[in-house]
Every structure is written in structure tokens, then in C-alpha cells.
């Protein structure tokens, strides 16, 4: 009998998009409302108290319907501030990435990018932070990333924001794939924006972006006596319509009703246990590697993802066995300025919507497959470490 | 026995969001696959081919996350030219929301807005667009509204096009309340840009924008040696992807699945049927509002939606009795610079999963409202006439 392949339970292990729990699926198929109306101001008012506690702040949460990407480029924007310098910390493809928005506004907003860009697979020492900082007092932001996943490497964020509180600039710190699987509290660490979206540990399809505001980055806000170049992502737009439980622009109706889902199973679940099960199985991951004899890509591995090199005779081509024979889905390596990885490296995620046993299953599998293109050896190593470790 | 309001059949029949066909909403619930493989190529290349059949392009059609109003503004961005004129036609509150973003880039970009500005409930006058583009030979672009959904009026798109046809401008067309309700030929009537929105007569959920482009628009793209001050919304990015049949940010996966429900089930009824019937439905419609003694806000009606004034002694509050009693949902009215119509109007849609039965059910209800608000006789109209016409 003939089982076509797509049959198979997939395991979603990619970092973003993610695997979306059932009931959150089955929320996005509710009947449309409409979004002005006080049933939908409820459940986003409900869904905006939710984030708060989940990004760890009392400022306001928005919700923007896009990317994560969208969301952080309406923070770089709104928050910079016209002819001043912006630090810029790359240590890797979505730190690039911000610098690349920046250098899209360099001319509209006469801002001088200072650049920081560390090797990929290591973390951003604090020390350039400080010379940057302390070389260029009127520097109005510092963005950074938390975890940065393409290279599944994780920056000391909280001693960033230590540096940063003591000068003008703003922090906007990319929580993309940390806010919900890694310890991240915004106004505890002092940090001015921290962005998420809605696809990683949220456990939420793609599709909406969450800009978290201080008190520092409001009232940045409140000072824009300029035109704006951008009108759908000016945020002072968005904190208006917030304060009415509003939005400024129709929302995706359904994924915000499943983000109210989604955010309710995180904080019943509590953010301290959710940290605490993401680490395990970070830990048991990267055990189950090394003793696999893999290379880790990473100096100071996020607990969000792993990533290793592939071994000699290996190549890109497993991912494909893995996900065929397996249904098991790993990403690949990515490409940027500071380092080209496609092809040498793959990526196994820890975050959301994700257990042991489906990260035992893929350790098993990846193991399984590489004893067969004869990359290792026939002893099983990978399980019995993983549960020294992350069981 | 109390039965909660909430359990009523609800009709939606506000302008957007509009109701959602329960196999699309089924299709949204569907476990998330990755956005890199074949299987959501394949799914996006699908989509991509239907909405050039409902476009009416050879072009590429973007599929943008976010509200039409991020589509539309990526549109203005990328095809004005620095140092030029821009043509702006506002006839509602979104014709002037496109002004207003404009602003945004005026001094970025070098623009001059020549805006042409229009009484709310008229359509613009054709001699006055030509006369702009006479008097501005270098404008770049110019923008027009086809279904201006706060007035309820429709704009002669295919003569404006033949006008702007003739000049260097590109015409970039709000296309967000008339695609799948009104005829609307991109290549044939030469548009050189159509945008959409999800949530209207593609009947789905918001969360993303459609963008069509021309050769022109193509050509203009390819044209750029500038800084363009936008990164998420750079179309050569889409373009790009697009050609690969990917997307250059993580896509609303759910969204975009359902996109290919809801075209699928658009282009096997025909695009000339759904037309038909969207008319059949305005024609009763607005001859049922007659009939009952109400003035329409608009001397060229669209097909996509009906708005009319409250008779004397009638105010917003019948709309939340119909809402409360009849599970029947309308939309009231906006404000604007050119108009204020809060409270002093009400909007029935047209568009997408809205048949006879419920345009009728509106109609019965609204007159069985007004006549208890002793603001028409006790003589029953509205269903007649509605016969008569749109039966």
C-alpha cells in the first residue's frame, strides 16, 4: 500500500514558522467579526494585558499586522532621532538586516550608522558596546538582537541595556525568537522597545508583529516635531488607537483572536516553566550533538535554537531525507555579510509548541541518518546523552 | 429561557471585514507548513496565477502581509520619482489617506502633491484630472480611488486610465472595495498598478494586501538609482521573490493558503457572475432605500457597498438595535476633511459571501426598525422594490 509521504506526521522544528497548537488553529477559524466592535476591543484588550506580562513590561504592546520584520523597521524609524547617530550590533543575518533598514533612512533622516559587526557565531563583546556608546554621546538608539537566529548565538541583552540606560539612547532590542522561550523582562532590564512576532515561541502562524514601548520610547514619541517618513508603521498612530483598545488599520481579526489563544496557554503554563523546558531541550540538544561529535555553531548557544556543522560527506541534501523519510523539518544554514552558512549547517528549534519527544524523535532521526551516509559510527550516543542532560 | 445575543446568526454586512465562506475559514485552521518548501511554492505559485485571472494582469501580483493600507502605501513609495509631481485624486477619506501618506514622503522624496480634491458623494470629474495632468507634464504618478468605500461612490477608472495613458504618469488604483465586486481590467483598461486588500470582495480575513503591476510599473522599478526610503515595502524585493514563487519575509502561511480557497471558489463561479450579482444586489438594494424615502450619500453609486442618510428623528443607534435584534451588522459613517459623516449615515456591503437572502434580511429588518422609530409608514416597500430590480 501506497502512504503518500505528506501523510506522515510532520514535526515542524524550524525556527519560525513554528508549530501552532490545535486550539489555536481551530480559534483562527472562528466566524469574522468585525474590529469595531466591543466583543473584538475585549479580546484585544485581553490579548494586550496578556503581552505585557509576556514581554514584561507596563508600556503598551502593539499588535502590527505583518512581519517581525515590519515591526522592527517601525521601531527603527519612529524611535531614531533625525540627524543623530544609530548603533547598529550585527552578529549576524537579522542584525544585518537592521542595518540595512537603517541605511534605507540614512538620507531621509540624516543618520549616521556606527556599525558593530562581531563574527558570526559569537555574541557582541559588551566592551565595543561601551567604546560605541561612550565615542558617540548623541547617539539616539542602539539596536541589538537577542537571539540572533542565524547563527543561534544569544547576546548578553540585560548588560547591553545596563550600558545603554546610562546614555540618551534608546535600546530596541529584536526579541524575535527570545520573547516566550528565553528570559527577557523589558522593564527590568531597561529595555526602551522590545519587538517580537507572532510566529516563533508565540506559537502563532506568521502575520503579526508585537512592538513593546517604554516609558523612555514613548516619550521619544510624544517629542517627533518632524514629518515621519513612514505613515502605516508610525507608531504614535498605534498608541493612540492602543489607548481605545482600537488599532489604526483593519487587523488580521483571526490571528489576533488566536493570539489571545495562544498567550493565555503561555502565561497558564507560566513564563518561568516555559524558560525552564526550552532550556532542557536546548541542553539535551546540544549534548545529544557533541556526543554525536558534531560542532556547535555557536560560542554561546541560545537556548531558542541549536545549530551544528554538518560532518565531513554530509551536506544539505539530510534535511531533505529527514523531512522524506522522517517528517521531521530542520532549516538550513543562511547567507549574509558576515558569514555563508547554506549548505554547511542546520538549525533545530526549541521554541513553542514543541516537547522533548518531538526533539528526542528528530535527535533520533538525524542520528539514524547520518550512521547511514557513514558519518558516525554504529554506537547510539545521541539519546543517552540528551537525557543526562535535558531529560 | 435567556438566549445570549451573541448566539444570533450574525450577518455581517459591514464594508470589511466581510464575511469569511466556511471552507476558507476551514483552510485557515490547517497545521502550518514551512514557507521555504515545495509544497507552499507550490500553493503560492497556484494563488499567484488566480489572482492575475481576477486582477486582469499578465503582471505579477504581490501578496503583501499587512492591511491594504500597507500594500497601497508601498505602491506610492516605490513608483513616485523623487523631484516630482504626484497627482492625488481623494473624493472620500481614503482617497485622502493616500494624500495624507504622500505628506509623509514629501520631503524625503522631493514630492510636490498636486491634489485634486472632490465633494463627498461625487465622483471626480474627468476634465479636472485631465487638466492636473495637462498643467503638470512632469507629474510621476497618479492615484485614484475606484470604489471610495466612506462615500459609497465609484470613480471612472478605465477613462482616467485612458487619460494617464497618454501621459509619463503611472496610475496606481485603490482597487481595495472594487476587485471581485466591480469590473476593474487592469491590463485592458491600462492600470499600470492595482492594489487590493484581503478582507473585502476576496472574502477573506485582513492580513494582506495585493499589488499588481503593470510594465510600466515594472519598468519604473527597474528605473530606481536611489535610496528608496522604505525596506519591508521595497516591491523590487517582492518582485524579486515573487519570480521564484517565494516571498522575501516570512508570509501569513494560513492567510495565504485560504487566499487560494477563496480565489478558487471566485474564479469557478466566473468573474462576470460575481459581478452580476453584486450589481443585482447594489440595484435592489438602492432601489429598496428609495422606495422606503432615503436619500443616498451618492450621485454615482458603487456597486460594492449602499450608503444612505438617516431620515429625520434616526440616528446611529438603529444600526446597534439591528445589531443587538437582528444580528445584523452595518457600518455608519467616517469623517474626513472633505466630510462628516458619523452618525448621520449608514453603509450596507455588497461584496463577497453575501447573498439575495441576507441582503434582503437587511432590508426587512432596517425597515421594520425605522417604522418603529416611526420614521416611515406602516406601508411595506423596501421588498418590493427590491424585487422588482435586484430579485
Redesign the interface.
Known amino acids: 500500500m501506497h502512504q503518500p509521504q505528506?501523510d506522515l506526521p510532520?514535526r515542524?522544528l524550524?525556527p519560525?514558522?513554528?508549530?501552532?497548537p490545535p486550539r489555536v488553529?481551530?480559534e483562527?477559524?472562528?466566524?469574522?467579526?468585525?474590529?469595531r466592535t466591543k466583543?473584538f476591543r475585549e479580546i484585544f484588550s485581553d490579548l494586550s494585558q496578556q503581552l505585557q506580562q509576556i514581554l514584561g513590561t507596563q508600556g503598551p504592546v502593539l499588535s502590527i499586522?505583518?512581519?517581525?520584520?515590519?515591526a522592527f523597521?517601525a521601531a527603527q524609524v519612529c524611535l531614531a532621532r533625525p540627524t543623530s547617530q544609530v548603533i547598529t550590533i550585527a552578529s549576524g543575518k537579522f542584525g544585518e538586516r537592521w542595518q540595512?533598514?537603517y541605511?534605507?533612512?540614512?538620507?531621509?533622516?540624516a543618520l549616521e550608522q556606527v556599525r558593530i559587526n562581531v563574527p558570526w557565531g559569537e555574541p557582541v563583546p559588551l566592551a565595543q558596546v561601551a567604546q560605541a556608546l561612550c565615542e558617540h554621546p548623541r547617539a539616539s538608539v542602539v539596536t541589538v538582537v537577542h537571539s540572533e537566529t542565524s547563527t543561534a548565538t544569544v547576546n548578553d541583552v540585560r548588560s547591553i541595556a545596563d550600558l545603554t540606560r546610562r546614555s540618551d539612547a534608546l535600546l530596541i532590542v529584536d526579541g524575535i525568537t527570545s520573547v516566550g522561550a528565553l528570559a527577557c523582562e523589558m522593564d527590568v532590564w531597561g529595555i526602551d522597545c522590545l519587538v517580537t512576532?507572532s510566529?516563533k515561541a508565540m506559537m502563532l502562524?506568521?502575520?503579526l508583529g508585537f512592538v513593546g514601548l517604554g516609558k523612555q520610547a514613548l516619550y521619544r514619541l510624544d517629542q517627533i516635531d518632524y514629518?515621519?517618513?513612514?505613515?502605516?508603521l508610525?507608531l504614535r498612530k498605534w498608541v493612540a488607537s492602543y489607548q481605545k483598545a482600537d488599532v489604526p488599520?483593519?487587523?488580521?481579526?483571526?490571528?489576533v483572536r488566536a493570539a489571545k489563544v495562544a498567550c493565555n496557554m503561555i502565561l497558564e503554563q507560566g513564563l518561568d516553566a516555559v524558560w525552564q523546558q526550552t532550556r532542557r531541550r536546548a541542553e539535551g540538544t546540544r549534548a545529544a550533538l557533541r556526543a554525536m561529535g558534531l560542532r556547535l555553531i555557536s560560542s554561546h548557544p541560545s537556548d531558542s535554537l541549536t545549530g551544528a556543522y554538518y560532518p565531513d560527506g554530509v551536506d544539505d541534501s539530510i534535511r531533505h531525507r529527514l523531512r522524506k523519510k522522517h517528517g521531521i523539518?530542520l532549516a538550513g544554514g543562511q547567507d549574509g555579510r558576515g558569514g555563508c552558512w547554506k549548505g554547511k549547517i542546520f538549525r533545530i528549534s526549541h521554541m513553542g509548541y514543541v516537547d522533548i519527544e518531538d526533539t528526542r524523535a528528530a535527535l533520533l532521526a538525524l542520528e539514524s541518518e547520518l550512521r547511514e551516509a557513514g558519518a558516525i559510527g554504529s554506537q547510539t550516543r545521541a539519546l543517552p546523552a540528551f537525557d543526562d542532560v535535558g531529560g
Request: proline share 14%; hydrophobic share 35%; net charge negative.
Open positions: 505528506t510532520q515542524l524550524t519560525g514558522p513554528t508549530a501552532v488553529l481551530e483562527l477559524a472562528q466566524p469574522i467579526i468585525h474590529h466583543q499586522a505583518g512581519s517581525g520584520t515590519t523597521e540595512d533598514v541605511d534605507r533612512y540614512a538620507e531621509a533622516m512576532g510566529q502562524p506568521p502575520g514629518a515621519l517618513p513612514v505613515y502605516n508610525d488599520f483593519t487587523p488580521p481579526v483571526p490571528l523539518h
